[in-house]
T-cell receptor, first 113, second 113 residues
Framework: DSGVTQTPKHLITATGQRVTLRCSPR?????VYWYQQSLDQGLQFLIQ???????AKGNILERFSAQQFPDLHSELNLSSLELGDSALYFC????????????FGPGTRLTVL | QQQVKQSPQSLIVQKGGISIINCAYE??????FPWYQQFPGKGPALLIA?????SEKKEGRFTISFNKSAKQFSLHIMDSQPGDSATYFC????????????FGSGTQLTVLP
């Protein structure tokens, strides 16, 4: 158990809908990363937040957005969902200043029908 | 220049054998190279990591070999066990506050009993 929690574990929804994925980092970790894992694209970095502020963006679609709250939990919002958005979404956390290690949560499996 | 290339895509090894997975990178700015292990239905788990100032790092049965001039690094699993059967990902990150990981495409390892 990495100490990173993600909810829900599974999410099934329809095209055009909007969903919110939640992540709670390890105690003491200030940085949260979101990654998408799909069969054709592999593991890809989406976005990073550090202590409430957006720090870096990767291959994140404009339909996707994220935020990190004062208690350091983070939410990834996916809107206008398409079939191709079906994937595993992982969040990872790290203590940026102290080390580089990123610890991954168990993921949310999103299925868009 | 952000790509990390991983091979082989799949690997079958007999119990007690040595498993070797290779990765190559292009961006010389990368300075942190972790390996992650992922079991089906789970998030990636940090296995071992190395920095370019050392050529080898060993933790138990797992060893990373690093060749800075060739821009290659590899994971060696000694005395491979059926419980090691999983997907292994190499990754790399650059200096800075973002530290997002660029992942290889993964190697599915099967250790036969």
């Amino acid at each position: 158990d990495s100490g990173v929690t993600q909810t829900p574990k599974h999410l099934i929804t329809a095209t055009g809908q909007r969903v919110t994925l939640r992540c709670s980092p390890r105690s003491g970790d200030l940085s949260v990363y979101w990654y998408q894992q799909s069969l054709d694209q592999g593991l890809q970095f989406l976005i990073q937040y550090y202590n409430g502020e957006e720090r870096a963006k990767g291959n994140i679609l404009e339909r996707f957005s994220a935020q990190q709250f004062p208690d350091l939990h983070s939410e990834l919002n996916l809107s206008s969902l398409e079939l191709g958005d079906s994937a595993l979404y992982f969040c990872a956390s790290s203590v940026v200043v102290v080390g580089d290690e990123q610890f991954f949560g168990p993921g949310t499996r999103l299925t868009v029908l | 220049q952000q790509q990390v290339k991983q091979s082989p895509q799949s690997l079958i090894v007999q119990k007690g054998g040595i498993s070797i997975i290779n990765c190559a990178y292009e961006n010389t700015a990368f300075d942190y190279f972790p390996w992650y292990q992922q079991f089906p239905g789970k998030g990636p788990a940090l296995l071992i990591a190395i920095r370019p100032d050392v050529s080898e790092k060993k933790e138990g049965r797992f060893t990373i070999s690093f060749n800075k001039s060739a821009k290659q690094f590899s994971l060696h699993i000694m005395d491979s066990q059926p419980g090691d059967s999983a997907t292994y990902f190499c990754a790399a990150s650059r200096p800075g506050s973002a530290r997002q990981l660029t992942f290889g495409s993964g190697t599915q390892l099967t250790v036969l009993p």
